[in-house]
């Protein structure tokens, strides 16, 4: 904001700062240099003076520029305005042009988003609106490291508050976030500028500035398939945005629309980062062609059609090949994708007909070929006998498709009936005695039920076809699921529940099945082996179904198998890693314990001696070696039994609210008395954690400790404490060499020693009990890169607040 002023100024404007926070930043207030700044004004708000923006002596020097920083500030109490973006609407509203200042987190429409991410409620926000009403918006980026690393040489805040603010605000993922947030707000404000001046100059073409690619879903099966694919697209390019678009027609009518699988879809592209879109338009090809332009769209993803060559040769053109012609600039894929009928039942074999075909086919039987003969009579003369004949065949044929055979018999005796009586002469009356007539009555019939049989054996085998199919696709997606790693028994369970339309599926010893079971034609069962049975409830399976349904049996079978498996390798794996602790706690014992027990022993045995007369001082030296090595071999003991009850899970707890300023201390004093002391920041205002006061105190020294063997004598340890989220975390900050990202799990595990440079004090176990101690507290301990070198433990625990 200053250079923008000082530039405005070399250029001959008229610029006044109104108000410049420069938290005594040196570099920041020698750009106040040569820029007129007005004087702020004062008032006495709780027996303290504060200073304020002048607003009224502003508008009073009514400069052509005013420079006026922190646009979300809201002022004192008793200025007329309760914050300043109002002071700077009056600035503007005088004529006056305002170049001010907001962070992204003080933006209306991002402040929840930006409690969630930093655990920081703001309540000190500007409206999105007045942002947007700015003639110019200028990002300032900066890369979250290059940003932390001006904070590590405090040129942002003072030194003695760097270590608390990188730990805790300005952490790495924050900044990330928020530089995120700020970069989608002004990308969004440009698309809006974009628009505008298309839609003020009438530009219809598509403008390649950023990839939208644009999915159609009907809400078919296929669905799925496409918008993953799309995204695929869209993440392919820096920005890619994807939308998805369901066109409905006028009258709310659509064929072959499922609302669930919309619903699905629905949530699957807003999963993936996507907008869901609803568009009314009998025409379907140009209501997608009209929202793709209307969107800036660049391409356009649509399902491949599901006609055959006969069916698109009758009905020309499909909704694709329509859309590829309207698309001009618009890239359209068409994508291919499998019917998939997961969760349906599957299609009966039978050729039983629904109870509302089988009425409807006799009666139409015997109305279709009345209503035939009423249109012939009021035409007579217009066809001959054999077209006559023909047009009551061709309607034998459309009842055999809706009721089938008997159906199509009665159609057939009726239409010959009424043949012989209205136009076979003598017209009016039958001709049962002509042998002719007779003969042509019964092939018609007999044509008629051949035609009539054909079919309905044609519909027979298409629902056989559709059957197998259906079992075909049903296996393979059972197959798929075991491939794929789905192969749990539950798992198993689900998706046998949803192919065969069931209630409930469950796996059940063979005593527990019942004969009443047995007997209810509502339960089927199959024996998967071991004793058990696969019982479906809710539904009555025809023989077919049970086949398939052996089929999943047989699976379900080898995942019982698979799982009770897994579950002994499980009972087995913790017996192994005992043996491997065992293992490591001897090599550790045998070399780590022995040192302070020799230097004890060696200094008790020389008090002892008679041999040798030491002075007063060399008496105490030894007493203090003897003590020291008692001391270090009672830690090393303690973390040993401590790390065998956390493996052994026997560590007993007792949970309560805690203070850290009464436990840290309490952790201090327990390291040893040469070790330097480190530097304590925040605990005053720390909230209690909800902690084991002496398990976390071990953790707290154990963290210590390990910092200051790698931390260099002028730069002592720093702790800091700060509150996030419903959460309290302590960080243990070093200035040593750093950890590299590989070794940083490695560091939790029982004897290891990563980097010390004194292998002789410890065992390796401080780290992976300090974690292990603080997880059991319901914890995490987790490692950072401090800022400038070094390596940071943040312990985060609940706080009990």
């Not at 008032?43 to 502003?58: K, Q, S």
């Not at 001009?328 to 050729?351: F, K, M, N, Q, Y």
């Not at 539904?539 to 995942?559: E, I, K, M, N, Y």
Request: charged share 25%; net charge negative.
């Amino acid at each position: 904001m200053l250079d923008e002023g000082r530039r405005r100024a070399a250029r001959g404007a008229d610029v006044v700062v109104g108000v410049a926070d420069t938290r005594r930043r040196p570099h920041t207030e020698a750009m106040l240099a040569g820029l007129e700044t007005l004087e702020p004004a004062r008032a006495v708000h709780d027996g303290r003076v504060r200073t304020a923006f002048d607003l009224d002596r502003a508008l009073r020097r009514g400069p052509a520029v005013l420079l006026v920083d922190d646009l979300a500030r809201a002022n004192a109490p008793g200025h007329r305005n309760a914050h300043r973006w109002q002071d700077v609407e009056e600035l503007l509203a005088a004529g006056i042009d305002v170049v001010t200042t907001v962070n992204v987190q003080h933006l209306e429409s991002l402040s929840d988003v930006v409690e969630k991410i930093t655990g920081v409620p703001r309540a000190e926000t500007v409206p999105d609106a007045v942002v947007r009403r700015a003639d110019q918006i200028e990002l300032v980026d900066m890369d979250p490291q290059e940003l932390r690393r001006r904070m590590a040489h405090g040129n942002i805040h003072p030194p003695e508050e760097v270590d608390a603010t990188l730990a805790s605000y300005f952490r790495t993922g924050n900044l990330i976030a928020l530089r995120e947030l700020a970069l989608l707000w002004v990308a969004d404000r440009v698309d809006e500028a974009l628009h505008r001046y298309r839609s003020e100059r009438g530009i219809g073409g598509v403008w390649e500035i950023r990839e939208r690619i644009v999915v159609a879903l009907t809400g078919g099966p296929e669905g799925d398939t496409l918008v993953r694919r799309a995204s695929r697209i869209a993440a392919r390019t820096a920005q890619g945005r994807l939308l998805a678009v369901h066109v409905v027609r006028s009258d709310g009518l659509a064929a072959g629309t499922s609302s669930a699988a919309l619903a699905r879809q629905r949530q699957l592209v807003e999963s993936l980062g996507g907008s869901f879109h609803t568009v009314v338009g009998d025409d379907v090809p140009t209501a997608l062609v009209e929202f793709a332009r209307a969107e800036n769209a660049t391409q356009l993803v649509l399902g491949t059609s599901r006609r055959g060559r006969l069916e698109r040769f009758l009905t020309g053109r499909g909704i694709g090949e329509t859309t590829v012609a309207l698309s001009e600039d618009i890239d359209v894929h068409t994508v291919t994708h499998e019917r998939a009928g997961h969760g349906r039942p599957l299609p009966s074999p039978r050729s039983t007909l629904p109870l509302s075909r089988r009425i409807a086919g006799p009666l139409a039987g015997l109305v279709l070929p009345l209503l035939l003969t009423l249109l012939l009579h009021h035409t007579r003369g217009v066809f001959n006998l054999t077209s006559e004949a023909l047009l009551f065949l061709v309607a034998v044929v459309g009842v055999a498709c809706i009721g089938g055979v008997v159906s199509a018999l009665v159609a057939a005796v009726a239409a010959s009936l009424l043949l012989d009586y209205w136009f076979i002469p003598p017209v009016g009356a039958f001709s049962l005695g002509d042998a002719d007539n007779m003969l042509a009555l019964a092939v018609f019939v007999l044509v008629a039920a051949v035609i009539a049989g054909a079919v309905d054996r044609s519909l027979r085998l298409s629902r056989r076809a559709a059957r197998a199919t259906a079992e075909a696709e049903t296996l393979s997606s059972l197959a798929g699921s075991v491939v794929r790693g789905d192969h749990t028994v539950p798992a198993l369970l689900t998706r046998t529940r949803e192919i065969f339309g069931a209630e409930s599926a469950e796996l059940v010893p063979s005593s527990d099945v019942t004969a009443a079971q047995t007997g209810d034609p509502s339960v089927s069962r199959v024996a998967v082996g071991d004793g058990h049975f696969l019982v479906l409830r809710g539904r009555t399976l025809p023989s077919s179904d049970r086949r398939v349904l052996a089929a999943f049996a047989a699976h379900v079978t080898a995942a019982a198998e698979h799982a009770r498996l897994a579950e002994a390798a499980a009972e087995v794996e913790p017996v192994r890693a005992a043996d491997r602790m065992r293992t490591a706690l001897l090599a550790a014992v045998s070399h780590d314990l022995r040192t302070p027990l020799a230097a004890g022993w060696a200094a008790v045995a020389s008090l002892r001696s008679t041999d040798v007369e030491f002075t007063p001082d060399e008496r105490e030296e030894l007493l203090a070696t003897a003590d020291e090595s008692m001391a270090r071999l009672a830690r090393l003991i303690d973390n040993l039994l401590d790390m065998s009850r956390l493996q052994a899970g026997a560590l007993k707890l007792s949970l309560r609210a805690t203070e850290l300023d009464e436990v840290v201390p309490a952790a201090l004093d327990s390291l040893p008395s040469d070790a330097p002391r480190p530097v304590l920041h925040g605990f005053d205002q720390a909230p209690p954690v909800f902690a084991d006061p002496p398990l976390l105190e071990r953790v707290i020294a154990n963290l210590v400790g390990n910092a200051s063997r790698h931390s260099p004598p002028a730069h002592p340890v720093l702790l800091t404490v700060s509150a996030l989220a419903g959460r309290v975390e302590l960080r243990v900050v070093d200035r040593g060499p750093g950890l590299p990202a590989g070794d940083r799990d490695r560091v939790f595990e029982p004897f290891q020693r990563l980097g010390d440079t004194d292998n002789t004090t410890g065992v390796g176990l401080g780290l992976a009990l300090a974690r292990g101690l603080t997880e059991a507290m319901s914890g995490t301990l987790t490692p950072e890169d401090t800022p400038g070198g070094g390596l940071t433990m943040v312990v985060s625990l609940p706080c009990a607040g």
